[in-house]
């Protein structure tokens, strides 16, 4: 997506608007860095080389996202999908981690500071997956799964205090049956089969499919991260590739000031004209600027 902002309108030279940007997208990062809960999740997307074969390979596109504190929604691009991408990003993160149960993680679950949560909605969709396969067995899970889900309509609207509560009383004995069903199923389902795998991955990833009780700014799932990435997997097929390491380091910044814009409704060309006026005009207040924060210049 390529942005003008009309020059008469904005006093800040073309050459200086992506150093303005970076500096917000730093900002943005250290801010997201201080959640006590972050979603992330990611997708492949093409990446021109000229030194491999095709002259294509594939890079990653990273989305992390801030809690209540800090609601921004921030992108990283990197040229593969090793540990090296979210390790660097999350460097002295220390809080709750929601995410799939991608291995690259480990390494940052291992020092304690970071606490794993599992995604229900992944477990639930190899149960659905499977259904084919063993349909009263599959069944019997996924109607379990909607008794958690059912809980989480129901107090949506609720403070994280008060969710919390009714996850303790209400969700932890459904956990329980599901552990005990899922142990018996591990008995006599066919490990290989895709209920087996269903059932494997669940008992693989229980302590981290538990430990949205622990905390009601926690979900039951990681779904928004899901949603935020699907603008990337559209995008890709009109836009085909990255043209370079540079070329996916700013899409990731102008995408992050986009996406945190969309998720407080604000217009993203009126916000970033806006900004950048008032830059040029000796607003010195970054965070007064940010998406969440800003407020439009009354005319």
Known sequence: ?????????????????????FQFYKRMKQLVRGSKVIWTDDTPVKLQDRDHERNIRTGRVWVYIGDSENPLTVFDFTDSRKRDGPLNFLQDFSGFLQADAFSGYDC????????EVACWAHARRKFFDALSTNSAACSTGLRMIGELYAVEKRTHDFSELQRLNERKSECAPILMRIKEWLDQQKLVSLPKSPFGKAVTYALNNWAALNRYLEDGALTIDNNRSERALRATAVGRKNWL??????????????????ASCKAHNVNPREYLTDVLTKLA??????????PHMWQPTCT
């Open 1 to 21: 997506m390529v942005l003008r902002f009309p020059v008469h309108q904005c006093a800040i030279g073309w050459q200086e608007q992506p150093v303005v940007c």
């Open 108 to 115: 940052i679950f291992a020092g304690g500071k970071v606490q």
């Open 241 to 258: 590739f990255m043209d370079s390491m540079d070329g996916g380091k700013n899409a990731a910044i102008i995408t992050s000031l986009i």
């Open 281 to 290: 005009r000796g607003t010195t207040d970054l965070d007064a600027l940010l």
